[in-house]
Nanobody, 123 residues
Framework: LRCSCRRGGGLVQPGGSLRVSCAAS????????MSWVRQAPGKEREFVAGISWGGGSTYYADSVKGRFTISRDNAKQTVYLEMNSLKPEDTAVYYCAAAPTLGAALKGGMDYWGKGTQVTVSS
């Protein structure tokens, strides 16, 4: 049962863009509310974005609204996070996670977690 982050991540300058993806396996991806959660050094985990089962509904933290876009491809069992206008405060390890609903995701009630990928925004 895994949700592994692939591609994306790394070092980017402020104002730059980056895309991370997460390929899932071992659970019914199309039945899961998929989210991205991040954790910066010394800080608690922060819910970043979520997307409903069919992709028709999305939810964003105020800190990333208008800059980040979450999407999913159920045929590929993959969820993406497109990050634009990156800021140094976006530096964190980004995790994908699966939950039954948005409510569960916002409460941290994830069923599955990805391994995480480091995103560093620095000049």
């Amino acid at each position: 049962l895994r949700c592994s982050c692939r591609r994306g991540g790394g070092l980017v300058q402020p104002g730059g863009s980056l895309r991370v993806s997460c390929a899932a396996s071992g659970f019914t991806f199309s039945d899961s509310y998929m989210s991205w959660v991040r954790q910066a050094p010394g800080k608690e985990r922060e819910f970043v974005a979520g997307i409903s089962w069919g992709g028709g509904s999305t939810y964003y933290a105020d800190s990333v609204k208008g800059r980040f876009t979450i999407s999913r491809d159920n045929a590929k069992q993959t969820v993406y996070l497109e990050m634009n206008s990156l800021k140094p405060e976006d530096t964190a390890v980004y995790y994908c996670a699966a939950a039954p609903t948005l409510g569960a995701a916002l409460k941290g009630g994830m069923d599955y977690w990805g391994k995480g990928t480091q995103v560093t925004v620095s000049s």
